[in-house]
């Protein structure tokens, strides 16, 4: 090629960018004028035309391999070739793989070579293009296809860094030159960076759909509340997302540091033989005791046969090893297999971290669920004792009453007896029986009231939030969305926590059942330092169907209850504990649209004023 000619390839090259959008009209012009060219110029205008064309493909193309695919058939048509060739270096950078050919025997299977073996090997390894005008005279020469004659071939990279190689066969001698050659690598430089682009776009869309699909595993793992349910949609997942033969999670037991099997996706073939085990025995030992990722290539190689928790098949040959965590506590490891060698890319790993990490944190949030309805069950049966107890303190009240008078008429009956009369006992066993009866009711009456020890100062927005914390679950699957309005600053109540959270969580309860189908609980916190006395005023409103008229007037009454299997006691001790406090519930309105319930407490005032 003459030195006008290669500067212009050059400058052609440099301009032949993957985003071009159409074939400028100067080259449009001198293709289709070609055949009245002096011939100096047609090895510009076939430059030209072969750069354009492969640039053309980084928007045009399907992927990689369709562009591989065009660009070969192109050049084969461009030179003329018999046959050709264009093979990628494998993930160890060791092995020529054929990606796509044209020309060779229809039975022929893709052609591997190691690199520095071949025409094509001895390229990839030295960077360098390589033109052999007769094949029968090269030593370098692996014959894969008997009529090739000559060969050409320049490697696919930027400067030492080498992905891999174009091939050109044909059936006559010396049928390429040096001009050839020149053409060749050229194109070969602009093939890729046609193949980085769209090696990088594919990257970029598997990650945006990796990322699509964490975001959408990481919203289903937290609507898990059952382990079980959350292993078995961790290991389904993982295996999804990351394109594996098999998946499995081994759950972890800290006293006697054993592994189970706890869940799995895949082959049954690829399930490990042994279910339990020692973590000793097992291959997820080292990143349990590491608390690291480990990655071993190929598990089939002799040492890991003996491993409990490997199968024996060889469906399975790399394993990507992930510990599942939270907080510095392990809970177990996530296994990932692939059916052949692979090494694991560093986002693969950063991928099964991230599911690992969902994983870990969706469990803690089963366990704080787990004490969230044992919470709920503790409050529950402290609610049922309470009830007795003040139905009890309601029996004993009204008790009392007669009690008194039968103690004031028999102290004034002034009957007396003498001493050896049987009478006198008598008259003196029922005086002790009367003193017995009144210190009884005397002791239930004040068992039932809130002891006032127990009694502190409580920011009233806390005590709301945590009762909300409680009740979040089941208001969820009630499908009832809960607001709560909380004032700038705190204002503090002098009060038994756990009995204002006992009326919150009676009140709430209330409301669900007037909304069967879902809706909406608002809670509106405001204080009134210039009342007197100073109040806090907490408004609950529901939009569920209002409470009966005719029952409206005697909602606090005891025994009273607006629906079936109700005990009627609700609103009953609820006001009660209100009253206790100082404060009231009362109804502010209701009907069709909701009702509003309002709470009033006194302010208490903060320690040191």
């Given amino acids: 090629m003459t030195s006008a000619a290669a500067q212009t390839a050059a400058r052609v ?12 009209s100067f080259i449009t012009s001198r293709v289709s004028a070609s055949a009245d060219l002096p011939s100096d110029h047609a090895p510009h205008v076939r430059t030209a035309t072969t ?30 070739a018999d046959a050709g060739s264009i093979a990628l270096l494998d993930a160890n950078g060791s092995v020529l793989r054929t990606d796509v050919q044209i020309g060779q025997p229809a039975h022929s299977a ?25 094949v029968a005279s090269e030593p370098r020469y692996i014959s894969a296809r008997p009529a090739t004659q000559c060969e050409m071939a320049a490697p696919l990279g930027e400067g030492d860094e080498v992905i891999g190689a174009i091939d050109l066969e044909s ?22 960076r046609v193949i980085r682009h769209l090696w990088r776009q594919h990257a970029f869309e598997q990650k945006a759909r990796q990322l699509e699909s964490l975001i959408t595993i990481g919203r289903s793992l937290v609507t898990k509340l059952e382990p079980q349910e959350l292993f078995d949609t961790v290991v389904g997942d993982a295996r999804q997302i990351l394109q594996a033969r098999a998946c499995m999670f081994q759950r972890h037991d800290a006293a006697t540091d054993r592994l189970r099997l706890t869940a799995f996706a895949g082959d049954p073939g690829a399930a490990p033989s042994q279910t339990e085990a020692d973590a000793s025995a097992c291959l997820a030992a080292a990143a349990l005791r590491t608390q690291k990722q480990i990655e071993h290539l190929d598990v089939q190689t002799p040492g890991f046969d003996t491993l409990a928790d490997l199968p024996t098949t060889p469906l399975v040959r790399s394993v990507l090893l992930t510990p599942v965590a939270y907080e510095g506590e392990i809970f177990g490891v996530l296994s990932i297999f692939t059916d052949r060698v692979h090494r694991f890319t560093n986002d693969e790993k950063r991928l099964a971290a991230a599911l690992a990490s969902l994983a870990a944190v969706a469990l803690q949030n089963t366990r704080l669920y787990a004490r969230v309805f044992q919470s709920e069950a503790t409050l529950r049966k402290n609610e049922q004792l309470t009830t007795l107890g003040l139905l009890a303190a309601e029996i004993a009240h009204e008790i009392r009453n007669p009690l008194t ?29 009367l003193d017995q009866l009144e210190a009884i009711v005397s002791r239930v009456l004040n068992f039932a009231k809130a002891p006032a020890r127990l009694h502190s100062l409580w920011p009233l927005a806390d005590i709301v939030t945590d009762t909300l914390v409680l009740v979040r679950l089941k208001l969820a699957q009630a499908k009832i969305q809960i607001r709560f309005e909380a004032p700038p600053g705190p204002l503090l109540v002098d009060a038994h926590k756990g009995q204002l959270q006992q009326v919150l969580l009676n009140l709430i309860l209330n409301a669900t059942h007037a909304m069967p189908a879902g809706g909406e609980i608002a809670l509106r916190l405001t204080g009134d330092p210039a009342a007197q006395p100073p109040l806090a005023t907490l408004d609950l ?69």
């Fill in 110 to 134: 893709p052609f591997e070579l190691k690199s520095g073996h071949g025409v094509t090997g001895w390229c990839v390894a030295n960077a360098k293009p390589l033109l052999v005008p007769e």
């Fill in 405 to 433: 008078v039968l103690k004031l008429l028999y102290g004034q009956l002034g009957i007396e007896f003498p001493s050896d009369d049987p009478r006198h006992t008598d008259l003196r066993v029922i005086g002790e029986k």
């Fill in 13 to 24: 090259s440099r301009l032949a960018l993957p985003f071009t959008p159409a074939l400028p």
């Fill in 171 to 192: 059936d006559r001698p010396r049928a390429f030159n040096a001009d050839d050659l020149a053409l060749l690598t050229l194109a070969a430089a602009e093939l890729t």
């Fill in 541 to 609: 409103r529901d939009t569920g169907s209002g409470i009966p008229a005719e029952i409206r007037d005697r909602i606090f009454d005891s025994f009273l209850s607006g629906r079936s299997g109700g005990t009627g006691l609700g609103l009953a001790i609820a006001r009660r504990i209100m009253l206790d406090h100082h404060g009231d519930v009362t109804l502010l309105e209701t009907g069709p649209a909701g009702t509003t319930l309002r709470l009033t407490l006194p302010l208490a005032k903060p320690a040191g004023d």
């Fill in 51 to 80: 750069l354009y064309r492969l640039a053309r493909l980084a928007t045009s193309a399907d992927g990689a391999t369709a562009a591989l695919s065009v660009a070969l058939r192109e050049l084969v048509a461009t030179f003329g």
